[in-house]
């Protein structure tokens, strides 16, 4: 037993000073090729194993013989693992250049293309998330071009629509102050209207504004569902009648809900608005409120007859107005903008989707909670 317990004393001191030496040699080559790291890992076990089998052959006073072959063994042992380790330190180096190329070619060209080699586990995990990442910025590209897109069509649309009113405007003044009118006070009155469209068009831009700065400052109470969809049928139905729709809220439950009521009757009142605008005479243009599961659901029904396919993703957009028109009431396709933008900030989704005759456009927002007992 003394002898058992010498021998692996004198074998764990002869690998533990190969051991030490590997470390030392590691740590000054740690910011060179995995492939040298690798072959110095194998020299340290099987140097290791030379050592411990020398101290423990220098021990036990074996013949030169004896020592020689052991030696000879050792040695064969060390070309194998080296040999070995220098195959794989390759495989893993070849890999890794392959995949700094592939990842090279993501930043210049944005896409990623993984490999066709096989990896190590650590580098094909590392191979998926390059993928994904490169699928995300895709994706983020192609919002951004939208995004831009609609930009664009929004400061070509918001230039006609601002220049259309002066320039009406600067006509009547110029004709006012000429004394050429027959009729002043309804030179006046199509000035006024024009001045508050232009209002309502800066009112809404500043709207966006906020809304795409992350500043908009909700103040949200409890309120039932039947008050606010009441106050917008209200505010709407002179234009409805202007228009001769009918409107019609006979499935409205009262649900509670924590919104900011000034907010959402905009939201509202811009649904409704642009339902009238979009829904010929002697249509229908119904509105509903509803709890779905933990929510409430508010929707609003025209008869415009529907809306393309290709366009539905699209309505939401900055700048959308669903035709190339250019003169009211057509407005600056900001209104339902707005409306995902305020839906949004409430934490609710607003969707859209075409019914029999016209199209549905629906808020979900989060039930209230119950009130405190």
């Not at 330190?89 to 250049?97: C, I, T």
């Not at 409306?339 to 859209?352: D, F, Q, T």
Request: charged share 20%.
């Amino acid at each position: 037993m003394y002898d058992t317990l010498l021998i692996a004393l004198f074998a764990f001191l002869g690998s533990a000073a190969a051991g030490l030496l590997g470390v030392v040699v590691l740590r000054a080559l740690r910011r060179r090729s995995l492939m040298v790291s690798l072959m110095v890992v194998a020299g340290v076990t099987v140097f290791a194993m030379l050592a411990g089998t020398l101290a423990v052959a220098w021990a036990m006073f074996l013949s030169e013989h004896d020592l020689s072959v052991v030696t000879t063994v050792d040695a064969m042992a060390a070309v194998v693992s080296l040999a070995t380790a220098l195959l794989l330190g390759r495989w893993v180096v070849a890999s890794g250049r392959a995949l700094a190329a592939a990842t090279r070619s993501f930043g210049e060209a944005g896409s990623f293309a993984a490999p066709e080699e096989p990896a190590t586990a650590e580098l094909a995990d590392l191979t998926r998330e390059l993928e994904l990442t490169s699928a995300r910025l895709a994706a983020s590209r192609d919002r951004e071009r939208a995004l831009e897109t609609s930009r664009r069509e929004l400061v070509a649309w918001i230039s006609h629509d601002l220049r259309t009113p002066l320039a009406g405007l600067r006509a009547m003044s110029e004709a006012l102050e000429d004394g050429v009118v027959a009729d002043p006070d309804r030179y006046l009155r199509r000035m006024r209207t024009e001045v508050e469209r232009l209002n309502d068009m800066v009112g809404d831009l500043f709207e966006l504004s906020r809304i795409h700065a992350g500043t908009l400052a909700l103040t949200p109470s409890r309120m039932s569902v039947y008050d606010l969809v009441g106050d917008a049928l209200a505010g709407a139905d002179p234009l409805a009648r202007e228009h001769g729709v009918r409107l019609v809220g006979d499935g409205i439950e009262a649900v509670p809900v924590e919104v900011d009521g000034k907010e959402m009757s905009r939201v509202l009142g811009n649904l409704l608005i642009n339902a009238i605008r979009r829904t010929p005479a002697d249509g229908t243009v119904a509105v509903e409120a509803r709890r779905a599961g933990q929510g409430v659901v508010l929707s609003v029904t025209d008869g415009c007859g529907g809306i393309p396919e290709d366009d539905l993703p699209r309505v939401f957009d900055t700048g959308w107005r669903g035709s190339d028109a250019r003169t009211p009431p057509a407005g600056a396709g900001l209104g339902l903008a707005i409306v995902r933008g305020i839906v949004e900030a409430h934490h609710g989704k607003a969707s859209v989707r075409n019914v029999t005759g016209g199209c549905r456009f629906e808020v979900t927002l989060p039930a209230a909670q119950p009130a405190a007992g």
